[in-house]
């Protein structure tokens, strides 16, 4: 197995190796189409290194994705209710079952390469390392968050007993480069879980920074923490203040 691999201590490949730079892009409120296509043309450019390394960071308009493990049948919503509210239905090659993005929630996208972090690709390392990034940044903003053992993403203990704040699902292909990733409710409208099964988890309610907080962070806030924990956990160098 290689020496450097994502998990518990995530590195760059080789001892003395530089930090590298992350690209960090804003995309605001973008459509979920429109995201994936822009993360499939990242994705090429940077296997190909004409690219460094990208965090996609945004909100989008109301839409259930259902991943690889499917999720059609865990839609409850009729198609009139869907059609009603605006909701967009897509099947995409995430891992995982159906999920919602909407506004108020942060999307985070990282497109980077895992050969980075050693000649082995370590899919669960990978997933394991983005929890400790959004527990980092949730500490930071304010709550205390776990992982859940047999299920992925961040959760906090509510009233009911544990909650699902932020979701994940990725995707690494053959070449080790991957795409989607994390759904954190910061300001969510959390009525559009109840259309659906989250994830598929029918026994275990999802929350927001909103319910849990007496104010929620900003969007930008948001962003702005995310993606600090998300440079120093796996080992990559911000571009500072003016830098092109």
């Known amino acids: 197995m290689a020496t450097n691999t994502i998990g518990s201590n995530p590195t760059r490949s080789g001892a003395n190796a530089p930090a590298g730079s992350l690209r960090v892009i804003d995309l605001g409120l973008t459509t979920y189409s429109e995201a994936w296509d822009l993360q499939n043309m990242i994705a090429q450019e940077v296997a190909s290194g004409h690219v460094s390394e990208t965090l996609l960071l945004l909100e989008h308009p109301h839409t259930y994705t259902c991943g690889r493990r499917g ?64 527990i980092a940044a949730l500490n930071e903003m304010g709550l205390h968050a776990h992982t859940l ?47 659906i099964i989250p994830c598929g988890i029918a026994d275990k309610g999802v929350t927001s920074m909103a319910r849990l907080l007496p104010e929620a962070p900003s969007m930008f806030e948001a962003k702005d923490t995310f993606a600090r924990h998300f440079a120093e956990i796996f080992g990559f160098r911000l571009p500072e203040s003016g830098d092109a």
Do not use: C, M
């Not at 985070?108 to 895992?114: D, H």
């Not at 009233?159 to 080790?176: C, H, S, T």
């Open 149 to 195: 053992q047999d299920y992925s993403g961040a959760w906090v203990t509510g009233l009911g007993g544990d909650e699902k704040i932020a979701a994940i699902g990725v995707r690494v292909d053959g070449r080790g480069i991957t795409t989607h990733g994390i759904a954190l409710n910061v300001k969510t409208d959390l009525r559009f879980f109840e259309y």
């Open 71 to 134: 999720g059609r049948d865990h839609i409850l919503a009729t198609d009139q209710q869907l059609k009603d509210d605006g909701i967009v239905v897509l099947d995409v090659d995430r891992g995982g079952d159906v999920t919602y993005h909407g506004p108020g929630q942060l999307v985070a996208y990282p497109i980077i390469n895992l050969h980075n972090y050693g000649g082995v690709i370590d899919y669960p390392g990978y997933v394991r390392t983005l929890e400790r990034v959004l």
